[in-house]
Nanobody, 122 residues
Framework: VQLQASRGGLVQAGGSLRISCVVS????????WAWYRQTPGTRRDMVAL???????HYADSVKGRFTISRDVAKNTVYLQMNSLKPEDTADYYC?????????????????WGQGTLVTVSS
């Protein structure tokens, strides 16, 4: 299974950015998909999760600003980020976990994409 994240970028505070993750080698509809983020010296934290049934969950810090979605036909997971803040600056990672439960920790994810850097300037 391979997860290929799109390139992140530099955005001004208040701006928007969409990152994507193309999945290959997996039955896309049979997995939970998530975006995590991490800054140097900190733990990797969940940003958003979409279950195999299409139910979305968000970290409190991004609720109302970020939207996770998936396109089954394109085997792609998206993270639309609006009203970006400097504190959203991080490496963002897409991840996959098998269906059947709602993962709550990074260890419960089986596959990870490479990190993509999102920088929000003030």
């Amino acid at each position: 299974v391979q997860l290929q994240a799109s390139r992140g970028g530099l955005v001004q505070a208040g701006g928007s950015l969409r990152i994507s993750c193309v999945v290959s080698g997996s039955d896309f509809s049979q997995n939970n998909w998530a975006w995590y983020r991490q800054t140097p010296g900190t733990r990797r934290d969940m940003v958003a999760l979409i279950t195999s049934r299409g139910v979305a969950h968000y970290a409190d810090s991004v609720k109302g600003r970020f939207t996770i979605s998936r396109d089954v036909a394109k085997n792609t997971v998206y993270l639309q980020m609006n009203s970006l803040k400097p504190e959203d600056t991080a490496d963002y990672y897409c991840a996959a976990a098998q269906a059947g439960f709602t993962p709550t920790t990074p260890k419960q994810y089986n596959y990870w994409g490479q990190g993509t850097l999102v920088t929000v300037s003030s």
